[in-house]
Each structure stands twice: as C-alpha cells, then as structure tokens.
C-alpha cells in the first residue's frame, strides 16, 4: 500500500443546483482518487453542501418556502446527481447534520477559551454576496469587486477571531512551503496580501437579523459566520463519518482541498490561522495542500443561467455521455486557467480524440481480427523494428503519466496517450492488415499487427481510467483484462508492453465512441436556445397605444450596473453590454447606442433601467437579454436613462 491522500471539494451553496462549475470539481476530485487508486494509494474523497448563511436565507425567501426546505430539496439535487453519474465519493456531509454542528461548537469554545475571540462593536460595509465585511482597501471603485455592488454600511456588535495574531506565523509557513498552494501564481497572490496588516475575522451575526445558522456556544443571541461553520466540515467528516467512525487521525495529515479561484482567500487565510487557533493542524505538512483551479467560460462570458448557457450534468449525461464531459474537462483546461466551453469545442474534441482516435483504432483491429482470426487475441512470439515506435511511445506515455497527474498537468498526461494512438494508428496503416489477412503466408505479421493495435487500446484504456472510469472498464473486459485497477496490482505491471492474454475470446466489436455529427450538435443547440427563452418571462405583445396600471405592472423594470461596454465588431449601431441585476451572473444587453456614445468604455459604472423580463432575442452576435432604456430627440442627443444617486443593482423600478 503507498500513501494515504484525503481529497476534499468544496462543500457547495445550495442557492443553486448543480451545474458545469460544481461538476468540474467534483470530477477532477473524482479523477485524482481513482488515479491515486490506481497508484496504489489508500484514498478518502469528501464533498458535501453548504447549508447555512444569508444568501440561502434569502433564496428561500423569494421562493416563498421554508428554508430546511430548500436546503433539503438542493442538497438531495446535489447527492443524487453525484449518485447517478458514478462519482466515487466516500462521504457527502451538509453542514445542517448534528455531527457537523456538534463539532463546529466544540471548535468555537475551544478558540473561544483560548482567548481568540472577543466582543465588539463594529461600523463595516457588508456585502450579502460575500456575507462578510470588506475594507476599503478590497473596494473597487466603492463596490465590491466580485458582486459589483456597493457594500451595506452596518453597526453591529458582534464576536471577531483574533486572525491578525497568526499573520507572521502564516507568512513563515507559506516561505518555507512555496509550493503549498498550487499553481505558483495563486501562491503569490496570497503572500501579496498577507503584505498589508490583517484585520481581524468578525465570526458572528446576530439573531436579530439572521437566525439560520448553528448558534454559538458562548452567546445565544448570535449564530455563527458562515464561513467558520463551513470550512470546519473537513474535520468534522473524519471525526464522525456517516457510519459513526472517527478517522481523523489516520486521513487528516495526507488532506489535499481542491478548489476553484474564487473562495481562495477563505481556504489560504481564514482556514489556516482558524486551525492554528483551535491547535488541530496536521502533524505533516503545517497545512493541507491547496490545489486551485480556474473558471469555466462559456466562449468568453463565465456560465450564466440567465443567459441559458449553464450546462446541467444529467442533461449533459442523456445529450452526449458524462464521461465524455469528463474527457473533455481533463484535456481541455490547464489546471489552474481558465478555459472555453461550448457545444461546438466539446463535439470538435470529442470526435478528434476518441471517435477518431480510441474508438477507431478498436474498431478498426477489432473487426479485422473478429473476421480473420476466428475473434480472438492472437499470440505472439515477439516483436521487430516496425513495432518499435510505439512500443516506445507506450513506454513514455506511461512514464510521463504519473508525473503529470501528480503535478496536475492533467492536459499533458492526455497529450502523451493521443501521441501513442496516433503512433499506433499510424503503424497500422502502414502495415495495412486489411491487406495481410488476404495472404496466408502473413498470417504471423497480421497476428503482431492486430496484437500491437489492440495491446496500445488495452494501455490507453488503463491511462484514461481515472478519466472514464466505466467506459474504459468496458474496453478492458472485451480485451479480457481481469486485473482490478485498485492498485493491488502495480502500475508498472499493469501497463508493461505484452499485457494482453492470447485466445481471448473478443465478440462484437463495440461501438465505444461513435462520431457525433452535425444533425445532433444543432439539435442541442437548438434546445439550448429554446431553454434560455423560457427562463424569461413571456413577452407581453401589448400594441394598443393607451395601457392600464396592470399593463405597465407586467414590465419588470430594474436597476442595473454596467460592468462592460465594448464595440461590436460588424456592427454599426451596437454595444455589447455587460449588466449587473444583482442575478448570479451578469446579463449580455446588445444596445443600439453606439453613434451617442464612441467611446464605450466611458459607460462602465454607469446606473441603467434595464427592461428585465424582455423575451431573448438571438442576434448574428450572440444572445441579448433585456433591454436599457434611452431618450432620444434624434440621434445626436441619445442619451440613457439613467439616476441621480446610487442605487442597488436589482432595484425595482416603478
């Protein structure tokens, strides 16, 4: 047995189903146990949801139900969905469970009696978004910089973590560990703001404005912020698994969290000066990685669920196959950036790598030695020059493999297994089988031939496993590969060259990856833009010129922030805007203004009335969603309508 890892997601919001953002996560999380499987490491992997705080509050407020209500439906949404597309998590914890709020009580008495939090009264700008306090150093402008709103100035007294006390200790620990977090950059971004003092963490919120929350064991009258309720789930889940047993101390010191950008600073700073406090750090290293991954675009906007373009798992799952999705995520994003997802980038890379590539060379040995050698693996004596190059390929791809998972260069271990298909793919068309099966006197060359193709499928299979895990488990039965890949057998022994057993019986060729074509990829589409409309509500069609109170009611009128103005190129009266409604994304607003204003850039900031139930309209450019109202007395004097003072995004308007 090798090491013992712990690999942990994020416990997610349940403000919102699951979508290509939490997939990615738990994919990846998903990905790197089983590939630490196959190395022959004893894995624990943890996921869960986030059930507490004001966002969640709020969200069940404007549905009209109960939050416990909420949570449950979300949270069920959430462990379902993992459940059906085969993810292989060990636990999944939601923070409402007693075993996670008995212990985050005992970790809040215990920093309580240390001495490292206090009572006081505090006048902060709080952002719900956030649902913390933010200096004015954090601003952007006097707003948020990830919400884009201006932050609630409120005076409350409430209970603040001494965090400023384990700053320096911090700061050390990052020097002597550089590579704590990965990659590098997001490293550096942390030692960049360790360099300004560290205010202290005010942990509470009074009952008199939030009650759903666990209350603190010291004080009645608060409960606790969210955040420190949350990121104790990590220890919490060991201390008492979903069957009553407590594994902290044989998975806590191998904890590796993974993470997107965005809830870095919780992970870097809040967490391990919270662990220093509470005296339950891990033996080795002083902290648990923090491995930190980018956003998933769709073309260059982030996933927007006004816009349409969130991709759900179970849809994606009946559209074209989870694992393909899988496939995709792992060769398309280098661990740590951004990356583009469309339909079309998906369809593209599926059909180049594995219609083309895997699943062509299996059918294409197969189906020769199905109707040439009786459909059995034939035995082989040895191997000349010819084959040479891809046993050679073969060799490296399963080298490098390791290396690169390890280091998450997910992208490159991939990019050597497409270099040996095509090595393989390559050599069989210069050998031509289909040509050697016709003389009987090449009957040896055909069986080397068809060994070697099939033996390259047999590998890549075992290398692509963490990836698609019950696909390739499907290739590797028709190959007759009996051997687990739980890491009882050794990875070297597993992919050395000549694995596969002579006389195994093949059958029917399967058809693992067929091609997509065009007819299907516009069918989803074609879908995908029918969902967007119907997220919004139906256009009224009202052309009478006189209107009643009640018609005017059915236009939703709000305030909204421009985040982005820029020219549409190809268009000569459009800007694309970017708008915040206080939703979960900005909306895409295409606005007929561009000879008012020719320098858009000069809009940002700037406070609109945006029609916001207005149907979508699909332009040659792209979706737009709504509507910004501007005056016109002829075109020189276009002018949007706009406030004479700060509003909130998402302000009625009436």
Same mark, same amino acid.
């Given at each position: 047995?090798?090491?013992?890892?712990?690999?942990?997601?994020?416990?997610?919001?349940?403000?919102?189903?699951?979508?290509?953002?939490?997939?990615?996560?738990?994919?990846?999380?998903?990905?790197?146990?089983?590939?630490?499987?196959?190395?022959?490491?004893?894995?624990?992997?943890?996921?869960?949801?986030?059930?507490?705080?004001?966002?969640?509050?709020?969200?069940?407020?404007?549905?009209?139900?109960?939050?416990?209500?909420?949570?449950?439906?979300?949270?069920?949404?959430?462990?379902?969905?993992?459940?059906?597309?085969?993810?292989?998590?060990?636990?999944?914890?939601?923070?409402?469970?007693?075993?996670?709020?008995?212990?985050?009580?005992?970790?809040?008495?215990?920093?309580?009696?240390?001495?490292?939090?206090?009572?006081?009264?505090?006048?902060?700008?709080?952002?719900?978004?956030?649902?913390?306090?933010?200096?004015?150093?954090?601003?952007?402008?006097?707003?948020?910089?990830?919400?884009?709103?201006?932050?609630?100035?409120?005076?409350?007294?409430?209970?603040?973590?001494?965090?400023?006390?384990?700053?320096?200790?911090?700061?050390?620990?990052?020097?002597?560990?550089?590579?704590?977090?990965?990659?590098?950059?997001?490293?550096?971004?942390?030692?960049?703001?360790?360099?300004?003092?560290?205010?202290?963490?005010?942990?509470?919120?009074?009952?008199?404005?939030?009650?759903?929350?666990?209350?603190?064991?010291?004080?009645?009258?608060?409960?606790?912020?969210?955040?420190?309720?949350?990121?104790?789930?990590?220890?919490?889940?060991?201390?008492?698994?979903?069957?009553?047993?407590?594994?902290?101390?044989?998975?806590?010191?191998?904890?590796?969290?993974?993470?997107?950008?965005?809830?870095?600073?919780?992970?870097?700073?809040?967490?391990?000066?919270?662990?220093?406090?509470?005296?339950?750090?891990?033996?080795?290293?002083?902290?648990?990685?923090?491995?930190?991954?980018?956003?998933?675009?769709?073309?260059?906007?982030?996933?927007?669920?006004?816009?349409?373009?969130?991709?759900?798992?179970?849809?994606?799952?009946?559209?074209?196959?989870?694992?393909?999705?899988?496939?995709?995520?792992?060769?398309?994003?280098?661990?740590?950036?951004?990356?583009?997802?469309?339909?079309?980038?998906?369809? @593209?890379?599926?059909?180049? #790598? %594995? !219609?083309?590539? /895997?699943?062509?060379? $299996?059918?294409? &040995?197969?189906?020769? *030695?199905?109707?040439?050698?009786?459909?059995k693996i034939p035995e082989v004596t040895g191997f000349t020059e010819a084959e040479a190059?891809?046993?050679?390929?073969?060799?490296?791809?399963?080298?490098?493999?390791?290396?690169?998972?390890?280091?998450?260069?997910?992208?490159?271990?991939?990019?050597?297994?497409?270099?040996?298909?095509?090595?393989?793919?390559?050599?069989?068309?210069?050998?031509?089988?289909?040509?050697?099966?016709?003389? @009987?006197?090449?009957?040896? #060359? %055909? !069986?080397?031939? /068809?060994?070697?193709? $099939?033996?390259? &499928?047999?590998?890549? *299979?075992?290398?692509?496993?963490?990836?698609?895990?019950?696909?390739?488990?499907?290739?590797?039965?028709?190959?007759?590969?009996?051997?687990?890949?739980?890491?009882?057998?050794?990875?070297?022994?597993?992919?050395?060259?000549?694995?596969?057993?002579?006389?195994?019986?093949?059958?029917?060729?399967?058809?693992?990856?067929?091609?997509?074509?065009?007819?299907?990829?516009?069918?989803?589409?074609?879908?995908?833009?029918?969902?967007?409309?119907?997220?919004?509500?139906?256009?009224?069609?009202?052309?009478?010129?006189?209107?009643?109170?009640?018609?005017?009611?059915?236009?939703?009128?709000?305030?909204?922030?421009?985040?982005?103005?820029?020219?549409?190129?190809?268009?000569?009266?459009?800007?694309?805007?970017?708008?915040?409604?206080?939703?979960?994304?900005?909306?895409?607003?295409?606005?007929?203004?561009?000879?008012?204003?020719?320098?858009?850039?000069?809009?940002?900031?700037?406070?609109?009335?945006?029609?916001?139930?207005?149907?979508?309209?699909?332009?040659?450019?792209?979706?737009?969603?709504?509507?910004?109202?501007?005056?016109?007395?002829?075109?020189?004097?276009?002018?949007?309508?706009?406030?004479?003072?700060?509003?909130?995004?998402?302000?009625?308007?009436?």
């Amino acid at each position: 047995m090798g090491r013992t890892v712990y690999f942990t997601t994020p416990i997610y919001y349940v403000n919102a189903e699951p979508h290509i953002g939490h997939l990615y996560t738990t994919v990846l999380v998903d990905t790197l146990k089983r590939f630490h499987t196959l190395m022959g490491d004893e894995v624990y992997f943890l996921t869960g949801t986030d059930e507490h705080g004001e966002k969640i509050a709020q969200v069940a407020q404007k549905q009209g139900i109960a939050v416990e209500t909420l949570t449950h439906q979300v949270t069920e949404t959430f462990r379902n969905t993992w459940r059906q597309i085969g993810l292989c998590n060990d636990d999944f914890i939601h923070t409402t469970e007693p075993r996670h709020k008995e212990y985050v009580q005992q970790v809040l008495k215990r920093v309580y009696d240390a001495g490292d939090i206090y009572f006081d009264e505090y006048t902060g700008l709080y952002c719900v978004g956030c649902e913390r306090y933010l200096t004015q150093t954090e601003l952007k402008d006097g707003k948020c910089p990830d919400h884009q709103t201006v932050p609630k100035e409120l005076k409350e007294s409430n209970y603040f973590f001494k965090m400023g006390k384990y700053q320096q200790a911090l700061i050390d620990h990052i020097e002597r560990n550089p590579t704590w977090i990965r990659p590098e950059r997001f490293c550096n971004e942390v030692r960049s703001f360790l360099r300004q003092p560290l205010d202290d963490l005010c942990i509470s919120r009074p009952k008199s404005r939030l009650t759903w929350g666990i209350e603190l064991p010291f004080d009645e009258n608060y409960v606790t912020y969210v955040w420190f309720d949350a990121l104790l789930n990590y220890v919490s889940a060991l201390k008492q698994t979903s069957d009553g047993r407590d594994i902290h101390d044989h998975y806590w010191p191998g904890c590796n969290h993974v993470i997107a950008k965005d809830i870095l600073k919780t992970h870097a700073i809040y967490w391990p000066t919270m662990l220093m406090s509470a005296n339950i750090l891990p033996p080795k290293p002083l902290f648990n990685q923090i491995d930190v991954h980018g956003y998933w675009l769709s073309g260059e906007s982030k996933m927007s669920k006004s816009l349409g373009n969130v991709v759900r798992p179970m849809t994606f799952d009946q559209q074209f196959g989870i694992e393909n999705l899988r496939y995709f995520f792992m060769r398309e994003m280098k661990f740590g950036q951004d990356a583009n997802f469309t339909y079309e980038l998906f369809v @593209e890379r599926y059909n180049a #790598d %594995l !219609a083309n590539g /895997l699943g062509n060379l $299996l059918s294409r &040995v197969a189906s020769i *030695a199905k109707r040439s050698l009786d459909g059995k693996i034939p035995e082989v004596t040895g191997f000349t020059e010819a084959e040479a190059p891809v046993i050679t390929a073969a060799t490296e791809a399963c080298q490098q493999y390791p290396t690169e998972f390890e280091n998450r260069r997910f992208h490159l271990a991939i990019e050597s297994i497409r270099k040996l298909l095509a090595a393989a793919d390559g050599y069989v068309n210069e050998c031509q089988p289909w040509r050697l099966a016709k003389e @009987e006197d090449k009957r040896d #060359d %055909l !069986a080397r031939v /068809l060994y070697t193709g $099939l033996e390259v &499928v047999r590998i890549a *299979a075992i290398l692509l496993s963490p990836v698609m895990p019950k696909t390739c488990q499907g290739i590797l039965d028709y190959l007759g590969e009996r051997r687990q890949l739980s890491g009882d057998v050794l990875f070297a022994d597993l992919t050395a060259w000549g694995g596969l057993t002579p006389g195994h019986n093949l059958g029917d060729v399967p058809r693992t990856f067929p091609r997509i074509d065009d007819k299907k990829l516009k069918s989803v589409l074609k879908a995908a833009e029918d969902q967007a409309a119907k997220k919004v509500a139906k256009d009224d069609n009202n052309t009478g010129k006189m209107v009643t109170i009640d018609d005017v009611d059915k236009v939703d009128l709000r305030v909204g922030v421009i985040l982005k103005a820029e020219m549409v190129e190809g268009a000569d009266k459009l800007i694309r805007l970017a708008v915040d409604l206080n939703e979960d994304r900005p909306r895409q607003v295409f606005a007929g203004i561009r000879s008012a204003y020719p320098e858009p850039q000069g809009l940002v900031g700037t406070q609109v009335i945006v029609v916001a139930n207005l149907k979508p309209r699909k332009m040659k450019f792209g979706v737009s969603e709504g509507m910004v109202l501007a005056a016109s007395g002829g075109t020189d004097r276009l002018c949007l309508a706009t406030f004479d003072g700060d509003l909130h995004p998402g302000d009625r308007v009436s």
